[in-house]
């Protein structure tokens, strides 16, 4: 059974950290492309950051640039989105998602070409 499987979201005071898993299973990462979107109460789903199949590029949206990395353990099978200096804004469930696309740039990848999805994990960052 193809699956996305995300953890280590919570609640964390602002300025603090989360480090966000992306676990596949019935597949392997290694030749997909991997987004990290996040999607706020009233607001549409946006894309975080995302890693190519060879990890030579990485994007990241501003508001989370210098604050947030992404990377993976093909040994483990998992994508990792670290998140440091958390702020209120950053507040979202977020998700995972695997595209077999081939494109060298991930965020030239459409939200639509992503084939596999996570159920999310809810991050809350508040006092």
């Known amino acids: 059974q193809v699956q996305l499987v995300e953890s280590g979201g919570g609640l964390v005071q602002p300025g603090g950290s989360l480090r966000l898993s992306c676990v596949a299973s019935?597949?392997?990462?290694?030749?997909?492309?991997i987004g990290w979107f996040r999607q706020a109460p009233g607001k549409e789903r946006e894309e975080v950051s995302c890693i190519s199949t060879s990890d030579r590029y990485t994007y990241y949206t501003d508001s989370v640039k210098g604050r947030f990395t992404i990377s993976r353990d093909n040994a483990k099978n998992t994508v990792y989105l670290e998140m440091n200096s958390l702020k209120p804004e950053d507040t979202a469930f977020y998700y995972c998602?695997?595209?077999?696309?081939?494109?060298?740039?991930?965020?030239?990848?459409?939200?639509?070409?992503?084939?596999?999805w996570g159920q999310g994990t809810q991050v809350t960052v508040s006092s």
């Open positions: 019935g597949f392997t990462l290694d030749t997909y492309a």
């Open positions: 998602a695997a595209s077999s696309t081939v494109q060298a740039m991930c965020v030239m990848i459409s939200i639509h070409e992503y084939d596999y």
